[in-house]
């Protein structure tokens, strides 16, 4: 992982800060104990409303009982599978309350957290849906907590009162001028004050800047060690003033600094990967790009947050978008594509689109498409990444290209895949919620480590996927007909996590198991499933089951084998009568949740 320090650099290169927090802390009215406040900074993007809240965080957190900074609300709750959810774990988590089950983290954020008092900061909230889920009422914190919460929209709040908060408001406006020059002067010189011969010229920078913390740090940085001719030639294309649509320039020779492959890792982040984790992007985009994020966290391009997921500001996301404009006047010219409209012309029209290499059709409201051409991807053969949410077609596609590496189609609407398709680079099928039956044998598919097919409504039976001896995750909650699993799928070499939650026909899992990278087995209220699988050898991985109110009797004596387990929960498993005797000689065993087996023998319990 790379290192991104978030605190000593911070301190040290944000000085401008202190004029901010000093305006702000009246609002916070930090003595009253009485009260739980929300705290709405607002602004527009790149005036400096995350790096403001991160400086109150840091200074303030030691007087709560609990803290938790939650980085890029929006982003996280619009691209990860159940992300309001998984926000919400991270959220007890960092309060140290852990909780092992997103099904029920919301309620217990008001049942762990209301009698602490507890800061807690939501970075770039969008709705008012985000805000509910997180803090949705006065109630669910000790009196005396403080929530502060960033966002564009300055009327986010403003009838979030009834839920019993007391509400205070602040606007951030441009830095002054001291505070501006202060932190272009960290990032070009290391010091605040301007280098000998530099003094015009960066007083000419801190006024293009226009006190927008964002574009001060940027400029300094893209400036920082050239001659004062550089400065001169770079600040002369700025014109009169730096906005969005101005500062392409100066952003636009940090990418053309960049090696060739860095660029394309850019422009997929920018299109497509913003907000996710750099693990799952590493591991769609190629497996060797660690030295590409690093160039690009090096040059202030992106940033990876505390949860490793990858941030980009705005700004820069509008760069790399303008970068893929300019490459054709043509849409089925360009290499990405995601504007709604513009894929839609693209599939809707026959045309010459092999230079396409991305796709993503996700529309701020649920679409219905009728008019989908069979044969629409079929000139794309170097199509790689395709994802399509919020969007429901009516026609299934005849064809795929086996240029795929992430297929990540909600709803994809066939039973079965068109039959030429066999993408032998293939990476991650994210097929939630879709028609397919699965009934053709699985074809084999080296690089495939991921396949999530929740809630797909078809699927009795997992095909055979031993071919893909690479496969590391495989998810099928609320799969509502899927009855059973070949054996095969109890021999898998990298298998990390097998979840199968809420599948309520499922009857049977494997006869045996030999899954030595196991971490995660999850069957939980698979209510028909009525056996745990013989364990042939040790599994030495640290180990987390849950199988809450399956149909269960009794563990093997081979569950003696998990010697890597640390944690179990078989709560409400009302028909186990027994554990076996060497299930307590468990070397690592920390957590045995047995909570309403009624059936079980007390000698037990």
């Not at 320039?249 to 860095?262: E, F, G, I, K, R």
């Not at 298998?495 to 069957?523: N, R």
Request: aromatic share 10%; hydrophobic share 40%; glycine share 4%.
């Amino acid at each position: 992982m790379i290192d991104v320090d978030r605190s000593k650099e911070f301190q040290k290169k944000h000085n401008g800060l202190d004029s901010r927090f000093e305006v702000v802390k009246p609002l916070l009215n930090l003595e009253s104990r009485d009260t739980v406040l929300i705290l709405e900074i607002y602004g527009e993007s790149g005036i400096g409303k995350t790096t403001l809240a991160l400086d109150i965080y840091n200074k303030i957190k030691h007087q709560f009982e609990a803290a938790s900074f939650l980085d890029n609300v929006r982003e996280a709750s619009d691209r990860w599978f159940q992300g309001i959810e998984i926000l919400q774990m991270t959220l007890l988590s960092k309060m140290g309350e852990e909780t092992d089950s997103m099904y029920t983290a919301g309620r217990e954020i008001k049942h762990r957290l209301r009698d602490k008092r507890v800061l807690l900061v939501l970075d770039s909230v969008y709705s008012i849906k985000q805000l509910e889920a997180l803090a949705g009422g006065s109630d669910w914190f000790g009196s005396g907590s403080r929530i502060i919460i960033t966002t564009r929209d300055k009327s986010l709040v403003d009838n979030y009162a009834m839920n019993g908060f007391i509400i205070e408001k602040y606007k951030i406006e441009e830095m002054n001028i001291q505070d501006s020059m202060e932190l272009f002067c960290w990032n070009a010189f290391d010091t605040i004050n301007p280098a000998k011969n530099f003094e015009d010229l960066t007083t000419l920078a801190v006024s293009y800047a226009k006190g927008v913390p964002f574009v001060l740090v940027r400029l300094g940085y893209i400036l920082k060690g050239m001659t004062p001719n550089d400065w001169e030639m770079i600040l002369e294309k700025l014109n009169k003033g730096i906005r969005n649509a101005e500062i392409q320039p100066v952003l636009a020779s940090s990418y053309d600094s960049l090696l060739h492959s860095d660029q394309q890792i850019f422009l997929d982040i920018a299109c497509f990967f913003k907000g996710e984790k750099w693990e799952y992007v590493k591991r769609v985009i190629m497996p060797y790009i660690s030295f590409g994020i690093r160039a690009l966290v090096m040059k202030y391009l992106i940033n990876i947050d505390e949860n490793g997921c990858l941030d980009m500001h705005d700004i820069i996301q509008d760069m790399a978008k303008q970068v893929i404009i300019n490459e054709s006047p043509n849409i089925n010219g360009r290499s990405r594509l995601w504007d709604f409209n513009e894929v839609l012309h693209v599939l809707r029209w026959n045309e010459d689109n092999w230079k396409i290499q991305g796709i993503i059709l996700d529309p701020p409201s649920h679409k219905k498409i009728y008019s989908l051409r069979s044969y629409a991807f079929e000139k794309m053969e170097n199509l790689r990444i395709l994802i399509v949410r919020n969007t429901t077609f009516s026609t299934a596609p005849h064809y795929l290209p086996n240029s795929l590496r992430l297929l990540d189609w909600k709803g994809y609407p066939s039973e079965s895949f068109p039959n030429e398709f066999y993408p032998s680079k293939i990476v991650d099928f994210n097929l939630l919620h879709s028609s397919l039956s699965l009934k053709n044998r699985f074809k084999m598919f080296l690089d495939l480590t991921f396949i999530n097919l929740s809630e797909c409504q078809s699927i009795t039976r997992i095909p055979d996927v031993s071919g893909s001896i690479n496969l590391r995750v495989l998810t099928l909650d609320r799969c509502r007909k899927l009855v059973t699993f070949p054996d095969s799928i109890g021999f898998m070499p990298k298998l990390a996590c097998l979840s199968a939650s809420k599948c309520t026909k499922l009857e049977s899992f494997v006869p045996k198991i030999d899954l030595p990278s196991l971490e995660v087995l999850s069957f939980n209220l698979c209510k028909r499933l009525e056996h745990f699988p013989d364990v042939t050898r040790k599994m030495d991985k640290p180990l987390r089951i849950s199988m809450i109110g399956t149909a269960v009797k009794r563990l093997p004596n081979s569950v003696g084998n998990l010697t890597g387990l640390e944690y179990i929960d078989m709560s409400f498993c009302r028909r186990l009568d027994d554990l076996s005797s060497t299930f307590f000689l468990l070397p690592k065993l920390a957590t045995l949740r047995i909570d309403g087996c009624s059936q079980l023998r007390k000698s037990f319990i």
